[in-house]
């Protein structure tokens, strides 16, 4: 966390507001104990008491701090299969979003989470899409004439699921929730209930919308048109890569 904290000050210096931190995998779960010091966190030396610390240290700087982790996929989700493969996605990485213990065992864990980092101000859910989408029957099912698919459906009632559970705990927590996908290109359904979530305490990170800055910034939505996305909510975060881009010259 001492590391962190060095990193966080020049975060204050830039006038940064606003931290994702990604903790699946560095949480010694007690419900999931499998899901801790894995895959890419393997080795981890956060430690519950240090990111307590660290949270503190952001707020005293002004700084939000969000739990960051993998949705149906990513480190420390996928370790979910373990002893369950009935869960695992049908045709690609990650899992299926319509299996029940891949539903209630990734709302656990970041309930979980939660409940020992209870000072954090949200979460940052990166959800399994950028695996492509589960090929299951269930997950394929159409729901309407444009595309939709029960896979998009899948997701996002997972996260209608989460937050109210996490309310109970904490009725100002913020949610922040990747978009944008290829995966979605089509899913009318989709973006529809994202654009009837005017909670505030929702936000929105598109992740791919244009990302070759060739494309136009849309989504698709009513009528199976596309719409900018300031049509869905005035709460979506634009992310880009910046730091493949060539150091120019001052």
Known sequence: ????????????EDGMNRVYFWLS??????????????????????????????????HDRQIE?????????????????EGHPEIKAEGHG???PCKAYARKGNREHFLEMLDTWSEADGFMLEIRDEYHECHC???????????????????????HELARQAWKRNAKLKFCWLIGYAEHANDVYYYDQIRHMNDPRFEWLDARVSLDKRGEWVLPGPGGRNYPLSFFSPR????DPFYKQEIKGL
């Open 1 to 12: 966390a001492e590391d962190w904290m060095r990193i966080i000050d020049r975060y204050a």
């Open 25 to 58: 995998g560095h949480h010694p779960s007690t419900k999931y104990p499998h899901l801790y010091d894995v895959g890419a966190t393997k080795d981890t030396r956060l430690t519950v008491d240090g990111v307590r610390k660290l949270i503190r240290y952001c």
């Open 65 to 81: 701090f969000h739990i960051g982790g993998g949705v149906f996929g990513w480190v420390a989700a996928e370790y979910l299969a």
């Open 94 to 96: 990650g899992l299926c």
């Open 137 to 159: 029957s269930e997950c394929q099912a159409k729901i309407d004439e444009f595309g939709s698919k029960n896979y998009g459906r899948a997701e996002i009632t997972w996260l």
């Open 236 to 239: 979506i975060i634009h992310w």
